[in-house]
């Protein structure tokens, strides 16, 4: 089985590592040449683009940003073609990325008129750091026969496979997923403002870890989240970019389902800027 994989970020970068190290040959693409240097060393091979990537392999990842670069990548932007004129037929396209599940059905069925099969993988479980162990959970949606000839490569990268449902149906679990660990965020991060007002300070996570009843994976994580949030960037990759990219999901698969989510909706209009100016830490 051979593999491409295409986008080497905070997630990409380790997945693709773990190809690698399944003996997976794989074919890599970034924007960044010295993270596809750093691959190479690693016995990954480049490809330019896209395009040249999925040329005579079995399984193609995607891992990058959002839903215009997912397009881009798939049906060609600036190059003159993607992934889907130059796979062969039956090659397995895999979504990471955290997009609309409109967009996943949207995608699978350009992919399917042109003889390839396309599956969203979306991918929980601690994040960059368990993206380069290999202990990733991934949320499978797609075929049957499809999630079974890719196993291999999702074995390779992630401890936890979970098929969730027909395509579109990983990214949709990952949307509540996202939705429920940002306003936990969310949450704590306003009770914490309470708590050095009133002198406390964030040592009161001890107490609440230790009571249990207050408790969530993320007061558990807190400090873990703090240097996540120092680590990233401003801008595209900041925070406050994938707090609003992952709420405004949620808010839209509500609308679409006729679900109301009010608390979506004020996390998006009004905690997102706040935390674009001030942080998570208020």
């Known amino acids: 089985m051979r593999a491409a994989f295409i986008g080497l970020g905070n997630m990409g970068y380790g997945m693709a590592q773990n190809l690698l190290r399944a003996a997976i040959p794989t074919t890599v693409v970034d924007v960044r040449p010295e993270v596809v240097a750093e691959l190479m060393e690693a016995g990954a091979t ?123 149906a ?9 939705f429920l660990c940002t306003s936990h965020v969310a949450l704590v991060r306003e009770a914490l403002a309470v708590s050095r007002a009133a002198g406390l300070g964030e040592e009161v996570l001890d107490v609440i870890n230790a009571g249990g009843v207050g408790s969530s994976w993320v007061t558990h994580h807190w400090e873990g989240i703090k240097a996540q949030e120092a680590s990233y960037t401003t801008g595209p990759a900041g925070f406050a970019a994938m707090w609003s990219k992952d709420l405004g999901l949620a808010r839209g698969l509500a609308a679409e389902l006729g679900v109301e989510a009010p608390l979506a909706g004020f996390l998006v209009d009004k905690i997102v800027p706040e935390v674009g100016a001030h942080g998570i830490t208020g």
Do not use: W
């Open 46 to 168: 480049a490809a330019a683009t896209p395009a040249a990537a999925a040329v005579g392999v079995d399984v193609v990842c995607v891992a990058v940003f959002d839903e215009k670069q997912t397009r881009e990548v798939l049906l060609g932007g600036d190059q003159p073609d993607g992934v889907f004129g130059a796979a062969p037929a039956g090659c397995i396209v895999v979504l990471h990325s955290t997009v609309s599940a409109g967009f996943v059905r949207e995608m699978a069925e350009v992919a399917q008129e042109r003889e390839l099969r396309l599956i969203d993988a979306a991918m929980t479980g601690g994040g960059q750091v368990a993206a380069s162990v290999g202990t990733l959970t991934f949320m499978v949606g797609g075929a049957p026969d499809a999630v079974a000839d890719a196993r291999p490569v999702l074995d390779a990268m992630a401890e936890k496979v979970y098929h969730v449902g027909d395509v579109s």
């Open 170 to 178: 990983g990214v949709t679990a990952k949307i509540v997923n996202n």
